[in-house]
C-alpha cells in the first residue's frame, strides 16, 4: 500500500499509513522508509521529513544507503539541499552507492545549483565510475551552462571510450546539450546514430535547429518523422518548428 500511494496521485496517502503504523506501535523499516520519505518529497513536506529523518537515527538506519539515499532525494525536493549534503557527506564512502551521488546530483539541478552539481560529478569521477544517469545529470548542467568543452569531453571520454550504450535515454541527453551549446550538427551526428529513437530523440533535434535558427533543417527533419511516430506527436513537433519560425 505506502509504495501504491508513493507512486500515486494520493502521496498524502502513504503518509497517512505511516501514521497508522505509528499508532499501532508498528515501526517502519529500510523497505518502507523510502517510499515514506518519497512521499514526503512529493509533498514538500519537510516537517514530517524531519521527523523520519530523527528516527532513522533511533533505529539504527544511519548506515543503510537505501535509507539515506532517500533522505537525499526527500532533502532536494523539500528545497533543503544543505540538509541533504550533511547526509550526503556523513554517509562513507564505502556505504555509498552510484545512486548516492545521484541522488545528490539531481538534487543540486533541481534546485538550480548547477555549478555544485558539476563539482560533485568531477568528485564522483576520481572515486568511482558513473552510470548512465550520472552521465545524463552531468550533460543537463553542460547544457544550461552552455559548458561545450566539457559536455565534449563527458561524451567523448565517458560515453564513447568507456563503451556506454547510445540509447534513447543517453542520446536525447547528447542531443540537448549540443544543441544548447549551440552546435547543432554535433547534435546531428548523435541523432544518426541512434539506433531506435523515440519522441524525445526527435524533439531534441528539432529544438537544437531551432535554437541556431536552422528553420529549414527544422522543417526537413520534421517532414521525415512522417509514419515514424504517433500522429498526435507529429502535431506537436509541427507546433514546435512552425512556432519557432
Known amino acids: 500500500m505506502l509504495r501504491a500511494y508513493c507512486y500515486s496521485s ?7 499509513i505511516y501514521n497508522l503504523m505509528r499508532q499501532n506501535n508498528v515501526l517502519p523499516d529500510n523497505y518502507t522508509f523510502p517510499f515514506i520519505l518519497k512521499a514526503c518529497g512529493r509533498l514538500s513536506s ?17 548506515l543503510n544507503v537505501f535509507v539515506q539515499n532517500a533522505l537525499i532525494s526527500m532533502d532536494s525536493l523539500c528545497g533543503s539541499v544543505l540538509t541533504a549534503r550533511r547526509v550526503f557527506d556523513e554517509l562513507p564512502l564505502v556505504a555509498s552507492d552510484a545512486v548516492t551521488w545521484n541522488s545528490m546530483m539531481s538534487g543540486y539541478i533541481e534546485n538550480d545549483l548547477w555549478i555544485e552539481s558539476l563539482k560533485l560529478f568531477k568528485e564522483f569521477l576520481r572515486s568511482s565510475m558513473p552510470n548512465e544517469i550520472t552521465l545524463v545529470s552531468a550533460l543537463t548542467v553542460c547544457g544550461r551552462l552552455g559548458y561545450f568543452g566539457l559536455g565534449r569531453v ?8 568507456k563503451g556506454f550504450d547510445l540509447d534513447v535515454f543517453l542520446g536525447s541527453s547528447l542531443i540537448d546539450m549540443y544543441g544548447k551549446c549551440g552546435h547543432p550538427e554535433d547534435a546531428r ?18 529544438g537544437s535547429y531551432c535554437r541556431s535558427d536552422m528553420f529549414k533543417e527544422a522543417i526537413d527533419l520534421f517532414r521525415d518523422v512522417d509514419g515514424k ?9 509541427a507546433g514546435l518548428v512552425f512556432g519557432n519560425n
Not at 52 to 61: A, K, M, P, Q, V
Not at 229 to 237: N, V
Open 229 to 237: 511516430i504517433a500522429p498526435r506527436t507529429t502535431l506537436f513537433l
Open 154 to 161: 563527458v561524451h567523448g571520454l565517458l560515453v564513447v571510450c
Open 10 to 16: 494520493s502521496p498524502e496517502g502513504a503518509i497517512s
Open 189 to 206: 551526428k548523435v541523432f544518426d546514430r541512434i539506433p531506435e529513437r523515440n519522441v524525445v530523440c526527435w524533439t531534441s533535434m528539432i
Open 46 to 62: 519537510s516537517t514530517k521529513g524531519q521527523e523520519l529523518h530523527s528516527l532513522t537515527f533511533i533505529l539504527g538506519l544511519e
